[in-house]
């Protein structure tokens, strides 16, 4: 289940259980007020404090929390404060993800147009982003708390079964209008629009290919056919990838440029 912080009751929670729900994602994004206002929530570090408690005295060991880097008015500072905190509710899993820039959002085409509305102007350089993701992922590592895909950190064994059939080419069914779903060779994505929800044709899934870009996301990386070993070995050479018991895996600058990485065994 994923939730955004201070929308949690003990009613509501005491229903997830009975329905067998798990595990909860929480959008914090940050623990910086200022940053959280930024973003249009609500909530305070110590409502992120209070769900985490309600969550465990629920029965709920199993948290997710999540994290960006880049947001408006983030510091190195700020962004340090917000590891801290996190790290200081001792949850076994951590998401960080880099702002991404839509250009269907206003402060993503502020940002893309250099206007001052919005934040934009307050935005971290993409320079700066790097730099906290990079400590993110080295302070994460001295608390145990391991990074298993680009994205996402976890104290052994409590890494998230849900996104790891995504990164390992796993069928997933998802229901409703908007949802992604993926049966081993056919993947779809349902419209947005309910009327419209059964006219959407599945989409043919390139496996081949597909297990690159999908693969390459996980820190154990991917064994690689012969057929793409020279696209590997090209981008072993510039730095983007490693080789590590026979599987090849992005390094810490292809980490930062995966998108990159994922678009050479596309185009080939």
Request: hydrophobic letters at 40%; charged letters at 25%.
């Amino acid at each position: 289940m994923e939730a955004a912080p201070g929308s949690l009751t003990a009613d509501k929670v005491a229903a997830w259980v009975d329905m067998g729900i798990n595990r909860v994602s929480l959008g914090v994004q940050s623990m910086v007020e200022p940053e959280i206002r930024k973003t249009g929530r609500k909530h305070t570090a110590a409502i992120v404090r209070d769900d985490v408690a309600l969550l465990r005295q629920s029965g709920i060991d199993a948290i997710n929390i999540d994290l960006i880097a880049g947001l408006a008015l983030q510091t190195k500072q700020t962004w340090e404060e917000s590891l801290e905190a996190v790290l200081a509710l001792q949850v076994p899993h951590i998401s960080v993800y880099l702002l991404e820039v839509d250009e269907d959002s206003r402060l993503g085409a502020e940002v893309l147009l250099n206007g001052k509305r919005y934040g934009a102007p307050e935005v971290p350089s993409e320079e700066t982003q790097a730099e906290m993701y990079q400590r993110a992922v080295d302070r994460l590592a001295v608390a145990g708390i391991e990074r298993y895909e680009i994205s996402n950190f976890a104290r052994p064994g409590w890494e998230s079964r849900h996104n790891l059939k995504y990164w390992q080419l796993e069928p997933y069914l998802g229901f409703g209008a908007d949802a992604h779903s993926f049966d081993g060779q056919w993947r779809w994505q349902n419209t947005d629009h309910v009327v419209d929800y059964i006219k959407l044709p599945p989409e043919s899934a390139d496996r081949e290919r597909e297990k690159y870009w999908v693969g390459l996301r996980l820190s154990a990386g991917v064994a690689i056919e012969p057929q793409w070993r020279p696209t590997a070995d090209r981008l072993a050479s510039a730095g983007l990838l490693e080789w590590r018991q026979g599987r090849a895996r992005l390094t810490d600058q292809g980490v930062l440029l995966s998108n990159e990485v994922f678009q050479e065994f596309i185009r080939e």
